[in-house]
Every structure is written in structure tokens, then in C-alpha cells.
């Protein structure tokens, strides 16, 4: 004998049951191990489950006692779950372990996941308390704070915060992980974030898809001095205050309001700045195609003058349809300034002169409008006992006849 070892001596039998363990899966197991099993038995007392140890693990008692009767209906002999090790006692040979446990952990792996990918996802609010909207994430509870709600008052049109949030409860959202911390139990949400990464996506896709004459649909965003931002869904285009109306329009909110749905004409795309242009004007009958037949050279029109300009006033005679009075057709004698004249919201009378319908363009005046004669003095006008002096002149001739007849 060369003074090695027996092929079955005891230490080879040991060296193949710990390579037959691992080749079965049968390690000894340790707490916080995360193992999935067959559910053996579901008893009325307990649940046995098969997690591929030498022995099979009981769910946790108090655990089981807790499940409301639709969980417990819920599990089936044969389903296959994930399980938390919970603790594995020497002395009887008892492996706890949770099903609640083991849910969490794969929550917590999937927002860590979420918060590593920046990926959206979509949550269901369910509560609220004066810091934000709660909402269930998994078996975990998910906290949207009130900063990281989109315009939380405009939108739900509400005067107090507590009042907002309790007015979302119920409502789906769109939101983004921010924040994972499983030792306080901290899982922060964000609308805001999703809502810029949302556009973002969106921004690129619209920019490449809209074209020069297309009609979208769109919402009032904002409205500022010079005009209108539309949002296209995750993209703003500008409606320039010229683009808001064929009349006169002095300031957007005239016309429009924040919130409010309107239909545009895509006029111009500029991908490298990332703008586009939009009319809502455009999209409506133009006044001016049928201007010149209704304003002929010659005749009379009604309008109001609508503003004042150093060189003239301007006189809207129908919405979307201006006439230029100019300085030198305001007045006889000379007017250096039109509100010597005419002053803005007065209506008048004028002449028109000239019709541009292509440039938009039509002139008018005030200075030719024919004046009517100015009536004679009639004697129903005239004081008890006042004649004419027609009549004074008619009684003299007959005085003088009268007396060279006598």
C-alpha cells in the first residue's frame, strides 16, 4: 500500500455530499438569503415551503396570522414563491422565513433599478399628508413630495396646498425614482423629473414628425407680451401676437387663456434651436379675401379707431379689417398729431380711398367725407314774436308797395 487515503474513506463521502449540496442547492441557508420554493402544505395553522434546504421552512407565524383571508386564498400548493430567510433555530431544526420580506426585496431592486435607469413609471396615488401624495410602489409605500408635483394649485385649480393634493388621491401619474434609501425605508417619486424627461423624449420625436402646414392640437402653456406658447405634448411652439387673431388684439389674454385647447398652423420648424412657430389666424376665414367688394373707393364706412400712430390713426371697420387714416386725411389745415383729431375707442366716419386686399392694406380719410349743408333757419326754429330776416325784408317790399299805391 502506498499509505493514501481509501476511495470511500470518510472524508471523500464528505467532499461529495458538499458537492452534491451544491449541485442541488442545498446550502445551509443564512438570514437575509433570498431563496425561491414551492409552496408543500397550506394548512390553516401554517405554510410549509420547499426553499431546496435540507429541511423545508415554515412561513413566519405571525405573518401568516396578519394576511388578510384574500392573501391567504391567494396561496396554492404547488405555486412557486420567493422567500426571506428569517432565522434557522440549531436546537429544533426550525427555517422561518417571509413572503412579505422577500417582496420588499425585489421592490427595492426594482427602484434601484428605476433610480440607476431613469426610467418612468406610472403609480397610483393613494393618500396624502401635508408634505405630498403617498402611492403604494410594489409591497412598498412611495412618497411624491409637494415640490415634485407639476403646477399642483394651477392644475387642480385649488387656493390651499392640503386642498391640491387631497384632490389628486385616486389619480394615475407619471413619476420617476429620485431617491432609494432601504435602511430608513425611503422611497421618493418625482413628477417634475419624469414630466422633463417625458418632454425631453417627446421634444426630439415632435421636432423630427411636425411639418410646415400641418394642423396640431394644442394647449395654452403661457402668455407673455409678445405672444402665445402652445404646448404640441412635450413641445412649446410660439404663436407671435401678429399670429393670435385677424383683428386687433393688444395683449394675448384678450383672446386666449392658460389651460386653454386651440388648434395651430405649423408655420416654420427650426430643429438645430429647437423652436417652432405656430398661427392660430391662419386656421380662420381671412376678413380681407371679401375686402374688396365690401370697401369700394368712394363709399362711406363705420369703424372705431382702434390706435394711433404718429403718422395716422387706425380704424378697425370689421374684425381682422384695419384702415389707415393718414395724417394729411385726418383734418383740413394742418394736424401734427391725430389725437388732435380722434382719440382711440371713438367711432367715426370715412371715406375710403384706396383697397389693398393682397397687402392688406386700405385707406381712408376723414378730411374728404362730404360735410351736408348746413339747414337754413326755419321759422318753427324761431322765438314767439322773432321773424326772419327774409320775412322782415317780404313785409318792408309790401309796406313800400302799399304806400305808392296810396
Same mark, same amino acid.
Given at each position: 500500500?502506498?499509505?493514501?487515503?481509501?476511495?470511500?474513506?470518510?472524508?471523500?463521502?464528505?467532499?461529495?455530499?458538499?458537492?452534491?449540496?451544491?449541485?442541488?442547492?442545498?446550502?445551509?441557508?443564512?438570514?437575509?438569503?433570498?431563496?425561491?420554493?414551492?409552496?408543500?402544505?397550506?394548512?390553516?395553522?401554517?405554510?410549509?415551503?420547499?426553499?431546496?434546504?435540507?429541511?423545508?421552512?415554515?412561513?413566519?407565524?405571525?405573518?401568516?396570522?396578519?394576511?388578510?383571508?384574500?392573501?391567504?386564498?391567494?396561496?396554492?400548493?404547488?405555486?412557486?414563491?420567493?422567500?426571506?430567510?428569517?432565522?434557522?433555530?440549531?436546537?429544533?431544526?426550525?427555517?422561518?422565513?417571509?413572503?412579505?420580506?422577500?417582496?420588499?426585496?425585489?421592490?427595492?431592486?426594482?427602484?434601484?433599478?428605476?433610480?440607476?435607469?431613469?426610467?418612468?413609471?406610472?403609480?397610483?396615488?393613494?393618500?396624502?399628508?401635508?408634505?405630498?401624495?403617498?402611492?403604494?410602489?410594489?409591497?412598498?409605500?412611495?412618497?411624491?413630495?409637494?415640490?415634485?408635483?407639476?403646477?399642483?394649485?394651477?392644475?387642480?385649480?385649488?387656493?390651499?396646498?392640503?386642498?391640491?393634493?387631497?384632490?389628486?388621491?385616486?389619480?394615475?401619474?407619471?413619476?420617476?425614482?429620485?431617491?432609494?434609501?432601504?435602511?430608513?425605508?425611503?422611497?421618493?417619486?418625482?413628477?417634475?423629473?419624469?414630466?422633463?424627461?417625458?418632454?425631453?423624449?417627446?421634444?426630439?420625436?415632435?421636432?423630427?414628425? *411636425? &411639418? /410646415? @402646414?400641418?394642423?396640431?392640437?394644442?394647449? $395654452?402653456? +403661457?402668455?407673455?407680451?409678445?405672444?402665445?406658447? =402652445?404646448? %404640441?405634448?412635450?413641445?412649446?411652439?410660439?404663436?407671435?401676437?401678429?399670429?393670435?387673431?385677424?383683428?386687433?388684439?393688444?395683449?394675448?389674454?384678450?383672446? *386666449? &387663456? /392658460? @389651460?386653454?385647447?386651440?388648434?395651430?398652423? $405649423?408655420? +416654420?420648424?427650426?430643429?438645430?434651436?429647437?423652436? =417652432?412657430? %405656430?398661427?392660430?389666424?391662419?386656421?380662420?376665414?381671412?376678413?380681407?379675401?371679401?375686402?374688396?367688394?365690401?370697401?369700394?373707393?368712394?363709399?362711406?364706412?363705420?369703424? /372705431?379707431?382702434?390706435?394711433?400712430?404718429?403718422?395716422?390713426?387706425?380704424?378697425?371697420?370689421?374684425?381682422?379689417?384695419?384702415? %389707415?387714416?393718414?395724417?394729411?386725411?385726418?383734418?383740413?389745415?394742418?394736424?401734427?398729431?391725430?389725437?388732435?383729431?380722434?382719440?382711440?375707442?371713438?367711432?367715426?366716419?370715412?371715406?375710403?380711398?384706396?383697397?389693398?386686399?393682397?397687402?392688406?392694406?386700405?385707406?381712408?380719410?376723414?378730411?374728404?367725407?362730404?360735410?351736408?349743408?348746413?339747414?337754413?333757419?326755419?321759422?318753427?326754429?324761431?322765438?314767439?314774436?322773432?321773424?326772419?330776416?327774409?320775412?322782415?325784408?317780404?313785409?318792408?317790399?309790401?309796406?313800400?308797395?302799399?304806400?305808392?299805391?296810396?
Amino acid at each position: 500500500m502506498n499509505g493514501s487515503q481509501p476511495e470511500n474513506s470518510p472524508k471523500d463521502f464528505e467532499s461529495m455530499w458538499e458537492l452534491l449540496e451544491q449541485s442541488l442547492g442545498y446550502l445551509n441557508p443564512s438570514r437575509g438569503d433570498i431563496r425561491e420554493g414551492v409552496i408543500l402544505k397550506v394548512r390553516p395553522d401554517e405554510v410549509v415551503i420547499d426553499i431546496g434546504a435540507k429541511q423545508d421552512a415554515i412561513l413566519s407565524p405571525r405573518e401568516w396570522q396578519k394576511m388578510t383571508p384574500e392573501e391567504k386564498a391567494a396561496l396554492h400548493e404547488g405555486d412557486r414563491v420567493l422567500v426571506y430567510v428569517l432565522r434557522f433555530d440549531d436546537r429544533t431544526g426550525i427555517l422561518t422565513v417571509s413572503l412579505k420580506l422577500a417582496q420588499e426585496h425585489k421592490d427595492w431592486v426594482r427602484a434601484e433599478e428605476l433610480l440607476e435607469s431613469g426610467e418612468i413609471v406610472t403609480v397610483t396615488i393613494t393618500g396624502f399628508n401635508k408634505g405630498g401624495l403617498l402611492c403604494p410602489f410594489g409591497s412598498l409605500q412611495g412618497f411624491v413630495p409637494a415640490s415634485q408635483v407639476v403646477d399642483l394649485l394651477r392644475r387642480t385649480r385649488e387656493r390651499t396646498q392640503m386642498e391640491a393634493l387631497a384632490k389628486l388621491v385616486g389619480e394615475e401619474m407619471a413619476v420617476k425614482v429620485i431617491e432609494v434609501n432601504r435602511r430608513r425605508r425611503r422611497l421618493i417619486l418625482s413628477e417634475r423629473a419624469a414630466q422633463r424627461e417625458w418632454r425631453a423624449q417627446q421634444r426630439e420625436r415632435l421636432l423630427e414628425e *411636425l &411639418e /410646415v @402646414g400641418e394642423i396640431r392640437t394644442g394647449v $395654452v402653456s +403661457n402668455l407673455c407680451d409678445f405672444g402665445a406658447f =402652445v404646448d %404640441l405634448g412635450g413641445l412649446d411652439g410660439l404663436v407671435h401676437l401678429s399670429e393670435l387673431s385677424w383683428g386687433h388684439v393688444s395683449h394675448p389674454s384678450d383672446v *386666449l &387663456e /392658460v @389651460g386653454q385647447q386651440v388648434q395651430v398652423l $405649423v408655420l +416654420n420648424v427650426d430643429r438645430e434651436r429647437q423652436r =417652432v412657430g %405656430l398661427s392660430i389666424k391662419r386656421i380662420q376665414p381671412d376678413p380681407w379675401a371679401q375686402a374688396a367688394e365690401k370697401y369700394r373707393p368712394g363709399e362711406l364706412v363705420t369703424g /372705431v379707431v382702434t390706435r394711433l400712430a404718429q403718422f395716422g390713426a387706425f380704424v378697425e371697420l370689421e374684425p381682422g379689417v384695419e384702415g %389707415l387714416i393718414h395724417l394729411s386725411e385726418l383734418a383740413e389745415g394742418n394736424v401734427t398729431d391725430p389725437s388732435q383729431v380722434v382719440h382711440e375707442g371713438e367711432q367715426v366716419t370715412a371715406l375710403v380711398l384706396a383697397v389693398d386686399p393682397g397687402e392688406h392694406r386700405l385707406s381712408l380719410s376723414l378730411r374728404q367725407v362730404p360735410r351736408p349743408p348746413e339747414a337754413s333757419e326755419r321759422p318753427e326754429d324761431l322765438s314767439e314774436g322773432e321773424i326772419s330776416s327774409g320775412e322782415m325784408e317780404e313785409v318792408e317790399e309790401r309796406q313800400s308797395g302799399d304806400g305808392l299805391q296810396g
